[in-house]
């Protein structure tokens, strides 16, 4: 197991990944209104929708509709938190540059929806 993390440069995919995520994030909370803030730590990501001023059932509904709209865009993400405000965003180790371009994509389109 070692051997194939080490040969296909596993831990280096994921880190390069989470920052390319990361970015991809940064520039939608600049560019969309309802995301609140971005946590991460590698590839396991928590996004906070909704905006401070909200309620908290506002901001949750506004995770729920974004987990719906990407559902529907073939994307998979599920909310967490106390208040079920956050996206859960945990792709897989392996996952390359287009597949983080398809979610940025797809989460970008989610929030267009939202907000109209």
Known sequence: MLTI???DQIPQNAL????RLRAGLE????????IRAIRNAGLFFGVDMGSERAAAAGRRAVALD?????????VLIS???ANEDS???????VCQAEHVDL??????????????
């Open 87 to 93: 996206l859960k965003v945990r792709p897989p180790l």
């Open 27 to 34: 520039i939608l909370a600049k560019q969309q209104p309802g």
């Open 66 to 74: 974004v987990v719906n709209a990407m559902r529907h865009d073939g």
């Open 79 to 81: 909310t967490t938190g």
């Open 103 to 116: 979610f940025l994509a797809s989460m970008e389109r989610a929030l267009i929806n939202v907000a109209g």
């Open 5 to 7: 993390l080490q040969r």
């Open 16 to 19: 390069a990944m989470g920052q």
